[in-house]
DNA sequence: CACATAAGTTAGTGAAGGCTAATTTTTATA
DNA sequence: TATAAAAATTAGCCTTCACTAACTTATGTG
């Protein structure tokens, strides 16, 4: 009985991953939106409809929906014509992601992948790693740093910016 | 004018990078579906609409459009009522899928993400892994065999397989 | 072999996420 | 300040990927 019971559980354990992903694939589309978003604002003063159609490489029309499914999920304000705002959910939700995208790439760079596919990469890993991941990510990080630290230089560079 | 070049290029390198990221969530079904009727194939014998419903979590229905559009693309054959096959070009997306899964979970396991929580992880991030991140996962692998290998053992034990 | 149950299929629905084309509003400039 | 250009919106279309409900075919059991 045991041989038959084991097996279910697997198959219910496979499903409930595979439901997980479906999850993360939903998320996914808002963590990149407020994101973005995030760094317009911060880095350009504000966040219009074009500037997210050119980075994101889809239509003006295209993000105009998009934006109307986030205003609708409380994530971003906006009035017809002018920019787009955050809300307080949706800079939270910024944040996170901002944090959980620079650890991935910082990650992927010191385990030695070249800049560019590290940059790719990360832009889908980054939607799903789980919290053990992410911690795991950031312990080998933390060694890193120490490894490449010369002894008698107060601190080692950090990860080289683009 | 090198200022608003750099800035045009950066926004077209990213829109591209978005792009990528589309096209990997387009080839994702299709990398799922074909590693796991190669996985019942092997298994079980032979691979049906009920078993892949059951495991990834969706209904005989969606199951039954989903190979369709597979067997349009070239992927499987199937007969009504028939199970499902695969094609020479399905069976090598199987065995590619399944192998950059193997290798993204053990890296994970290796990197000390608990079993669970790698596992999960690896269904998704399996799909956002290029030739040269699945590289670094390689060497980082191979590094690990050799560290955990004991002097005088001959070869170091490979990953534990599930 | 009849017939109940399991499996597979079909039809119809809906949301997400793309697109193009046409229109409206805002912004910039002559 | 007219008017041209840019930006945003709307309308309509398409595919994917889910679902439920109803139906058909296959399978197994008494
Ligand atoms: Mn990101
Ligand atoms: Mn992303
Ligand atoms: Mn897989
Ligand atoms: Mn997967």
Redesign the interface.
């Known amino acids: 009985m045991n041989a038959i019971d084991n097996e279910k559980q697997a ?1 219910v354990r ?8 479906r999850d ?2 939903q998320r996914e589309q808002a963590e ?1 939106y407020v994101e973005l978003i995030a760094d317009l604002i911060d880095g350009h003063g504000e966040a219009r409809v074009v500037d997210l159609a ?4 889809v239509t003006n029309a295209t993000v105009n929906n998009t934006i109307h499914r986030l205003q609708r999920d409380g994530l971003v304000t906006s009035k017809p014509y002018r920019s787009i705002f955050l809300t307080e959910e949706g800079r939270k939700l910024a944040e996170s992601a901002r944090e959980r995208h620079r650890i991935v790439r910082a990650f ?1 760079v010191a ?4 800049a560019d ?5 990360a ?3 980054e ?4 919290d ?2 992410l911690d ?2 950031r ?2 990080l933390g060694h890193a740093d120490a490894r490449e630290a010369k002894p008698g230089s107060f601190r080692g560079a950090r990860q080289g910016g683009a």
Chains 1, 2 share one sequence.
Do not use: K, N, P, Q
């Open positions: 198959v496979l499903a409930e991953r595979f439901g997980r992903v993360a694939h990149d050119g980075r994101l490489g992927l385990l030695g992948v070249d596919s590290a940059e790719a990469d832009e889908g890993i939607h799903h790693v789980s053990a991941t795991a990510f312990r080998y």
